[in-house]
């Protein structure tokens, strides 16, 4: 079955961009049908979608965190990375990648988000 | 403050059912689908409903969704304390932010 794994550096310092890498197993990014997706879990709180690629390298962030964001693929590797600019200690979290699934639907949007990477703590500290 | 409202906890005893509620409105839950994940202590979550009320395969059926509305709902029947977790609802929103939407979670205690 598909796993994703994170990889990176788990300290940044303020006003630097963190990078993360997800390398996708059992599956290849390439195939279609999917967008591969970022999630970050500040320290004790909920779960907040930081946005997604296809494999066609087409990419939607959330809004809040577009002007900071950037989701690129490398098919060759069968990965895709996370970029986030200017961090602040608001940017401590543990950082997940995820598959989104998406439905055909009549109305309204069908999407969930399996599996998940087991993720990766990121401290923004100087 | 998270776009969809849940409970920050909820408690039952082992073999009891409980219900975890979600709430949003009509740009998120109310046009669209909603998933249900679980996060065990110190993990990711994982999914548990998706399209509002379909199990993966793997998830036991004690485990079911509902939506109406602009609210869904996660039931649990015959707890475990395996159970103990915390339950995050998920859809999208179609408002003019457009995104993925969670809720803050709610902590299941088994007592």
């Known amino acids: 079955q598909v796993q994703l794994q994170e990889s990176g550096p788990g300290l940044v310092k303020p006003s630097q961009t963190l990078s993360l890498t997800c390398t996708v197993s059992g599956g290849s990014i390439s195939s279609g049908g999917y967008y591969w997706s970022w999630i970050r879990q500040h320290p004790g709180k909920g779960l907040e979608w930081i946005g997604y690629?296809?494999?066609?390298?087409?990419?939607y962030y959330n809004p809040s965190l577009k002007s900071r964001v950037t989701i690129s693929v490398d098919t060759s590797k069968n990965q895709f990375s996370l970029k986030l600019s200017s961090v602040t200690a608001a940017d401590t979290a543990v950082y997940y990648c995820?598959?989104?699934?998406?439905?055909?639907?009549?109305?309204?949007?069908?999407?969930?988000?399996?599996?998940w990477g087991q993720g990766t703590l990121v401290t923004v500290s100087s | 403050q998270s776009v969809l409202t849940q409970p920050p906890s909820v408690s039952a005893a082992p073999g009891q059912k409980v219900t975890i509620s979600c709430s949003g409105s009509?740009?998120?839950?109310?046009?669209?689908?909603v998933s249900w994940y679980q996060q065990l202590p110190g993990t990711a979550p994982k999914l548990l409903i998706y399209d509002n009320n379909k199990r993966p395969s793997g998830i036991p059926d004690r485990f079911s969704g509902s939506k109406s509305g602009t609210s869904a709902t996660l039931g649990i029947t015959g707890l475990q304390t395996g159970d103990e977790a915390d339950y995050y609802c998920g859809t999208w929103d179609s408002s003019l932010s457009e995104s993925w939407v969670f809720g803050g979670g709610t902590k299941l205690t088994v007592l």
């Open positions: 009509s740009s998120n839950i109310g046009n669209n689908y």
């Open positions: 995820a598959r989104e699934d998406r439905g055909i639907a009549v109305a309204g949007v069908r999407g969930w988000f399996d599996p």
């Open positions: 690629i296809y494999y066609s390298g087409s990419t």
